[in-house]
Each structure stands twice: as structure tokens, then as C-alpha cells.
């Protein structure tokens, strides 16, 4: 592998052949056509589904710009966090100093709208400018009643990762500050899921059949009141665990609520994430439950999978996504319609998810973290993939080495989670691997 | 109700943008600098911003867009990027193996004070730039202006660095080209290949971002003007330059440097526009008209007689970039449809002086507004105080259309939710019949979905 950047090497490792773990947690190197974010990125997307908050970017215009309404978090009630609210900074407030005009806005949007609560992102030059913004936020908050909260997400301040820390930090704020709430017996939060195409409502069937209350899900249909008595749940259900974890480590720490990592896309991961949940409560009834609904469910769903199983056998699928323990589900889900994992990637995974991802996948498969197009594109055509999965910056990249293309990403269309998920991820691989438009290729 | 928080009382908002109707400088030196023929953009600040951009553009035109990032870290605010740069220019080389990096900076570096051309001495000096390879630098702080002013310094840039002036003059023109898109810059290289004129278009994204599938994947594509081509410009006889936001400034730079004189004109949308176009590239490159640009016009002219009454009194709203916006709603006067509503994020105080002077004739009542505060959220609110019967602009207002159920025909940046601009063009008397079609299909669409059953009509 010579055509890459030689101080990536240790970022890329193939089973079977390297016996090294492989290196992540890097910062990327300096003039690499990342795929990757930013710190602020990172905090926008996890507070983004909060519907019923005031979201409000302080900086130039670009960053309220690039992430007006670009993620499909659905909310069943108030839509005030598609729009975009920004303090659109111009010269002279870069050199005379922007917290008047964040005042300024913060008030008219609160008056405006009524928000339960206002998230203020500071981007890069915030920092640069000396701009107090927690300051200015706790002004506010004495002003109009209502949580401003600041979220220092300067950009170059470390990666999209510790933009999710610092998201983390701006919920814990809220979390815990209602404690008139009188849960049921059993109850949990949901966290890292981000009612992409509605998944989170598939979830929440799922969780009331078992006789489960949901008090709050922080990243998806999110509202402010919800989060304020979260600390009341008996359990944290964590996915996308890199998004999310510190918060549940935080919970764990400051209200002794239990965590448990998992995963609701494929059947086997699905399953054991009902299974887990009905375990912690130690109730055979919503055991019995469970077993019932996962029956159920698998009775109709592997017959229904059948067909496209028989299309899928045998072929390739390279995998490139934000965070790599999502990749672990996908491995799996792929499994089930026969295909074999020979590339698989992530953004932001940890050493620990791959491990796990380094366990799992075939001897072979090429494992890299915070890849590039010139990598992926190599590697696809090293191993011959058929089908690439991947978010809106990968999908002209494989469309053009003429693959089959599923976006896991936050633009997916069809809910992939859950039971009907799976079904929706077979019936979207088939369509994209098996089309006949890709005859048309030379 | 999408946007029932839009409150149809206006009132004066200072410190606020809600929706903006812009986006930062940085996506507009990306997109220039695209154009050119093997060059890879590279944004100097965090490595979001990069991200961003090539996600934005992407969206866009459904392509692979190729840039590289500086990668701030805590580290370089505090000590500079020039570390970063020096390193990203060595990576770029030894591994990407672009013939130009073309470098923009961002609110990020500007504000710690990085001075991109010392940086770019230093990599030159410390022997970074292969020999034969380049690197450009633009400064395109996100805090001045709009995408269209960074995709305005960004041409400055490259015809202050290449174009070079020497004896010999040459019989061709250049075209520099406002920010349209890649089938638009082929239109343009059409026309002026029927009037038999040799010229050089700056930038050129065709064959860069509407590229066949092949089963292969290019980080380079064949098409962007060349540096040869570049360099020349510097011998042409004229210069064209489309659109006073994104085009005067490399005009002039390009007129101070190797004397090259320029004629600015509009972009050529519309009818009047694309006159005032083709008589420029007449006189820059002393050519006659032909008749097949004279047939082209004339169908046009009967596209607008056959239809114009479907067209007259209608009540259109319009937002984005000033260049494209001007040479608009001047066609839609011309045509007796009523421009009443006109926003661009873009500031710079010619722009409404100039609308009013097209509108104030026959549309008096026109609101105009452009830079701060001018944004989507205002002409939402204007809409509501009076309606509209068409909206002409980027993908945002889909919000509007559908709460408000106003025929919707998508142009601007960025189009995330449909395509087709990639292929087909809205500039010159060809695209001007698409701009009518697109607009009278929107309206005819509508009158079909709602009117009673006993005045439906077969025929329109």
C-alpha cells in the first residue's frame, strides 16, 4: 500500500495480515481530504434534535448555513430547530467584539419564540475574539427565565468526537432539574438515537410492548422538559456510543443510573438490546415479552428476507461511517443477507469498538480509521465490493466506481432500525446491488 | 405549518439572521477554484469548514468534490497554521499529486492574523513546490461578504498569479464567468465557439463536476480552464467579465496587470442581458453576429409571445446571489411578470440601486433588500403580508412554497433537493427558453392541480 500517506499507515490494517492494533484517536493529518468534521459539528448534530429549544449559532454566517435542516431528526411536535438562528458575525464585530449582538439576538429569539431552553454554539473565532459567551448566557438566563446554555464548540478545538463531550455537558445541564416527576416502575432513557426517518418511534413501540417507559430520548423528538427529569429513569440505553457516552457515564457517576451499550440495527443486535433491557428490570413477565415480541417479529422477517438473501449471497460490501460501532452492526446485518464485510471504516471509532470490529470481521478485511476518497476508492477496487455504505460525501465516490450505495448516515430515507429496519436495509441494499443500471458501465 | 414560527409582522431585527439567504466566502473560492483544470482546493483553518463546503457542494451537483483541510488544532490558534500549511503542501504533493493548490483561508486563520502569502514564500523557499506545480493563495475571510465574494477573490487570485503579459498579442477574448453552473459555462463556450471567437473561460466546472460515470473514479477530471490557458489571458485582446460581484475585481486585477481591458456586463440570463453579452464579446473580439445566434433569439422571443399570457402580472419573489438576481427580474419586467420581492444575503449597496432602477418603472411597489438581515426569514414575512404567485430561487425555499402553496421553480445555490441544473443551462436566448419553461410549467402545474373541474383546461 504504497499510494498512501505514509503517516497513515498505522491508521489502516488488514485482518490476517497486520498483527498491530490498529492506531485511531488521531488528529487528521494536515492536507488529507478528510471526511471528517468539526468540533462544532459535532455538538450541533447531538443538541440538534431538540425541538423545542433555541438553536443559535454565534459566529459567521457559514456554520448556521452548512447546518440548516441538513439532518433528517424528525420531531412529532415542534419544528423550531429546522430553522436557522444566527449572529451572522460581520468585521467590525470581530474586532470590537460580538457579545452585544448575541445579547441582542438572544433576546428577540426568546421573546419571539418562547423556547424552553436556548443552546449557544460558539465557533472557531469565538475563542479567538475573547467573546464571553457565558457570560452573556447567564445574563440571558437571569433576564428571561429560561436555561441559556453555552456550548464552547470551537472548531479546531480537537475533533467532532470532543464536540460530542461538550454536547454531553450542555445536556447534563438540564438533566436533573425537574424532580417533580414520579416515573414508572420501569424506566429508561434513550440515548444516541437520532429519530433518523423516524426511527425512534419504531423503538418506542417496541419498549411499550415490553411495558417500558421511555422518560426522555436526548437525541431524537428531544424536548427540554424531558431531558430536565431524565435523572429520574432507571436505566440509560446508549447507541452511537461515541456521541453519547460521556453523558451516561456522567449519570452513572452523579444519579447512579446504570448504562448499557447497543445496537438496533439487524436482527441479532435488535434482539439482544430488548433482551438486555428485560434482564436489567429482572421481570419475567416483560421477559416473556420480549421473547414474544422478538418471535414474532423474526417469524415473519427471516421468511420476508429469504429472497433477498438468495440475490445478496456472496457479495462484498465496504462500509465507511461516522462511528465504528455502528459499522459493528452493520457487519452483522450484513451477514444475515449473506454479504461478507471486505472493507469497513470509521470516522471517529475508538480502540475499543475496533477491537471488536478487528474480532468480528473476516480474515482479509481492510479496517481503517479517518480514511480519505483516494483510499476508499483504492480499496474498493482492490476487494472488488459491490456495495459501499456510507454518508452524502461517499455516495458520488462509489456511484462513480459503479457501486451499490446505502446511506446509514443522517440522510437516510427509510428507517433502518429495528425490525422493519432490517427489512428496509435488505430491501435498499437489493435495489442498489442488484439494479440494472449499473449494466450501463464499461 | 414547517415554518409557523414565521410571524407575518415585520419588524427591524439588528443582531439576527434567521435562514440565511448566503453562506460564508470560503464554498465560493472552493467552487472557483474547482474550475480550473487539476487544481485541488485547500481550505486553511478547521477541518469542519472543508467538510462543509465539499458536503454543501456535493449535495449540489451529486458529485465527488475533492479538497484538503489545514486541520487546526488548538495548537495552531494559539501559535498560527503556518505549520499546517507547510506540512498540508508537502502531503498534498507527495500524495494527491494536484498541478495547483489553490489555498482560501477562513474566519479561523484570518482572525489569528496568518498571512497566506508568506506562508505559501516560505513553502516556495523551503523547496515544498515541486518543480512545474503551484500553489495559489486567496484570502477569504468568512466575516466579509458572501460566498460570492470568496468566489470573487479566489479568480483574482489566479489571474494576479498566472496570467502573464508578453509581446504577443492574441486573437482571443477571456470570459470570466459569474458563479453559474457547469452547463452554463459550456453555453457560454458555445456561443462564443458560434461566432467563431477563440476565448478562454474563467473558471470553467464543466467536465469538473457534471462528469460522466465510467466506472472509474478521477480526483482530477478533464475538464477547468488550463494554467496555459490562464497565463494567455494575459495576452487577450479583452476581457468579458459577467457579473460586477464575483467578475470586476479579476477584471481589474487582470487590466492593472498585463493591460487587458474589460467590458463588464451581466450574466447573460434573460433576453436583454444576453444581448448586452453577445454584443460584448462582438465588439471585445471584433466579430460579426452570425445568423444562428440571431435564430436563437428570435425563438425565444417566440417562446415569449406564445406564452405571455400565462406570464403577465404575475407576482414573483426571488433570492440569491446579486449577479444572477439582476439580469433576472430584468426579464421578468421585460416580460410584464412583477419582480415584488427581492433578497440577497450578498451585501454591497449597488445592488438594490440597481434593482430599483429596473423595477421601479413598472413595479414601483417592489421591496428590495440585500446583506445584513436580509435573509429567508424576512421574504417569508413579506410573502405573508402580501402573497406571491412564483418563487425563483435556491433549495430553502421549499419551506415557503409548501406552507404557503406558491409554485416553486428552484435556481441558485445550493439545489440539494432536485437536479437538472447541472445539464441544462439558463444562460443565453437557449437558457432563457428553459428559465420560461421551468416558470410556466410551475404556474401551469398549479393552475391544473386547482382549478374547479368545470374551467379545467386541456389546451394551455
Known amino acids: ?442 | 405549518m414547517l415554518l409557523r414560527h414565521t410571524t407575518s409582522e415585520v419588524k427591524e431585527r439588528k443582531a439576527l439572521t434567521v435562514n440565511p439567504a448566503k453562506t460564508c466566502q470560503p464554498v465560493g473560492a472552493m467552487y472557483a477554484a474547482l474550475g480550473v483544470h487539476g487544481c485541488l482546493p485547500h481550505s486553511h483553518g478547521s477541518q469542519g469548514c472543508c467538510s462543509y463546503h465539499r458536503s454543501t457542494l456535493t449535495r449540489h451537483y451529486k458529485e465527488p468534490v475533492m479538497a484538503a483541510t489545514s486541520s487546526f488544532t488548538e495548537g495552531s490558534s494559539v501559535f498560527g497554521g503556518q505549520a499546517n500549511l507547510l506540512q498540508a503542501i508537502d502531503n498534498i504533493f507527495g500524495i494527491y499529486d494536484p498541478d495547483i493548490i489553490a489555498v482560501h483561508s477562513t474566519c479561523l486563520s484570518e482572525t489569528i492574523g496568518d498571512d497566506l502569502g508568506q506562508i505559501v514564500k516560505k513553502a516556495q523557499d523551503d523547496g515544498k513546490i515541486p518543480e512545474g506545480k503551484f500553489v495559489v493563495q486567496a484570502s477569504t475571510p468568512s466575516y466579509v461578504g458572501s460566498h460570492v465574494t470568496g468566489y470573487a477573490n479566489m479568480l483574482e487570485a489566479f489571474v494576479k498569479y498566472f496570467s502573464f503579459k508578453t509581446d504577443e498579442k492574441l486573437r482571443q477574448v477571456n470570459m470570466l464567468s459569474g458563479w453559474v453552473e457547469p452547463s452554463d459555462m459550456r453555453e457560454l463556450k458555445r456561443i462564443a465557439g458560434l461566432m467563431k471567437l477563440k476565448t478562454v473561460l474563467l473558471p470553467d466546472t464543466s467536465d469538473v463536476l457534471d462528469t460522466p460515470m465510467d466506472g472509474t473514479y478521477k480526483m482530477y477530471p478533464k475538464g477547468g480552464t488550463t494554467r496555459e490557458e490562464i497565463v494567455s489571458m494575459g495576452d487577450s485582446m479583452k476581457t468579458v467579465a459577467m457579473g460586477e460581484w464575483a467578475t470586476k475585481s479579476a477584471a481589474v486585477a487582470l487590466d492593472n496587470k498585463c493591460k487587458v481591458p474589460f467590458e463588464l456586463t451581466d450574466v447573460p440570463i434573460g433576453l436583454k442581458a444576453t444581448d448586452r453579452f453577445i454584443q460584448a464579446l462582438s465588439t471585445a473580439g471584433k466579430v460579426s453576429i452570425p445568423e444562428c445566434i440571431a435564430e436563437e433569439r428570435g425563438k425565444l422571443v417566440d417562446v415569449i409571445t406564445d406564452m405571455h399570457q400565462y406570464l403577465y402580472g404575475k407576482r414573483v419573489a426571488l433570492w440569491g446571489d446579486p449577479d444572477t438576481l439582476l439580469p433576472m427580474i430584468e426579464f421578468l419586467v421585460d416580460m410584464d411578470m412583477k419582480p415584488v420581492y427581492v433578497v440577497s444575503g450578498t451585501p454591497g449597496k449597488k445592488f438594490s440601486a440597481r434593482a430599483m432602477e429596473i423595477l421601479e418603472a413598472k413595479v414601483p411597489e417592489a421591496k428590495v433588500r440585500n446583506g445584513a438581515s436580509a435573509d429567508m426569514f424576512l421574504m417569508h414575512q413579506w410573502i405573508k403580508e402580501e402573497p406571491v404567485d412564483l418563487l425563483i430561487g435556491n433549495t430553502y425555499g421549499k419551506y415557503i412554497a409548501r406552507d404557503e402553496g406558491i409554485p416553486f421553480v428552484r435556481s441558485g445555490f445550493p439545489i440539494i433537493d432536485r437536479i437538472g441544473h447541472s445539464y441544462f443551462p439558463t444562460v443565453g436566448y437557449l437558457g432563457g427558453i428553459r428559465i420560461l419553461e421551468r416558470m410556466l410549467s410551475a404556474i401551469m402545474d398549479k393552475i391544473d392541480a386547482t382549478s374547479p373541474e368545470e374551467s379545467f383546461e386541456l389546451t394551455m
Request: some cysteine; glycine content about 8%; proline content about 3%.
Open chain 1, 1 to 442: 500500500m504504497s499510494n498512501y500517506l505514509k503517516d497513515r499507515e498505522s491508521q489502516i490494517l488488514t485482518k490476517g495480515n497486520d498483527a498491530a492494533e490498529i492506531s485511531c484517536d488521531k488528529k487528521s493529518l494536515a492536507g488529507s481530504v478528510s471526511q471528517r468534521a468539526c468540533v462544532f459539528c459535532g455538538s450541533r448534530v447531538v443538541l440538534y434534535p431538540i425541538a423545542d429549544a433555541l438553536h443559535v449559532i454565534h459566529g459567521p454566517v457559514g456554520c448556521a448555513s452548512y447546518t440548516w435542516d441538513i439532518r433528517g431528526s424528525l420531531s412529532s411536535g415542534p419544528q423550531l430547530h429546522r430553522l436557522s438562528f444566527t449572529t451572522d458575525l460581520k468585521e467590525r464585530d470581530v474586532v470590537f467584539g460580538g457579545e452585544k449582538k448575541l445579547y441582542h439576538a438572544l433576546i428577540e429569539l426568546i421573546d419571539k419564540h418562547q423556547p424552553k431552553a436556548a443552546f449557544v454554539f460558539s465557533t472557531c473565532i469565538i475563542g479567538v475574539i475573547g467573546d464571553d459567551v457565558e457570560a452573556v448566557c447567564r445574563q440571558v438566563t437571569k433576564e428571561k427565565g429560561i436555561d441559556v446554555i453555552p456550548v464552547m464548540s470551537e472548531g479546531f478545538n480537537g475533533t467532532k468526537k470532543d464536540g460530542y463531550k461538550i454536547a454531553c455537558g450542555a445536556l447534563s445541564k438540564l438533566v436533573g432539574t425537574n424532580n417533580d416527576y414520579t416515573p414508572s416502575k420501569y424506566s429508561i432513557n434513550i440515548l444516541g438515537d437520532f429519530n433518523l426517518a423516524g426511527e425512534l418511534w419504531i423503538l418506542a413501540e417496541y419498549y411499550k410492548k415490553l411495558g417500558v417507559e421511555i422518560i426522555s430520548c436526548m437525541t431524537g423528538d428531544g424536548r427540554v422538559e424531558q431531558i430536565r427529569r431524565a435523572h429520574k429513569a432507571s436505566l440509560n440505553v446508549v447507541q452511537c456510543s461515541g456521541s453519547i457516552m460521556h453523558l451516561a457515564k456522567e449519570m452513572k457517576e452523579k444519579y447512579d443510573i446504570p448504562f448499557m451499550k447497543v445496537s438496533y440495527f439487524g436482527i441479532e443486535d435488535m434482539s439482544e438490546a430488548l433482551y438486555e433491557v428485560a434482564k436489567f428490570f429482572k421481570d419475567d413477565e416483560m421477559m416473556a415479552k420480549a421473547r414474544e415480541l422478538v418471535t414474532n417479529e423474526i417469524s415473519k422477517l427471516l421468511p420476508a428476507l429469504q429472497p433477498y438473501r438468495q440475490k445478496l449471497e456472496g457479495k462484498k460490501a465496504a462500509i465507511y461511517v461516522g462511528g465504528a460501532f455502528k459499522a459493528i452492526s452493520l457487519v452483522k446485518a450484513l451477514r444475515l443477507l449473506g454479504m461478507k464485510t471486505v472493507v469497513v471504516g470509521s470516522q471517529t471509532g475508538n480502540a475499543e469498538d475496533y477491537k471488536l470490529l478487528k474480532d468480528l470481521c473476516d480474515e482479509g478485511t481492510i479496517i481503517v480509521d479517518d480514511s480519505n476518497p483516494n483510499e476508499l476508492s483504492e480499496f474498493v477496487k482492490l476487494t472488488g465490493a459491490n456495495l459501499f455504505i456510507g454518508g452524502v460525501k461517499e455516495r458520488p465516490i462509489a456511484h462513480k466506481l459503479g457501486l451499490g450505495f446505502c446511506d446509514h448516515n443522517h440522510e437516510r430515507k427509510e428507517a433502518l432500525a429495528g425490525y422493519v429496519g432490517m427489512m428496509n436495509f435488505a430491501k435498499e441494499v437489493y435495489a442498489s446491488v442488484t439494479s440494472p443500471v449499473w449494466k450501463f458501465v464499461k
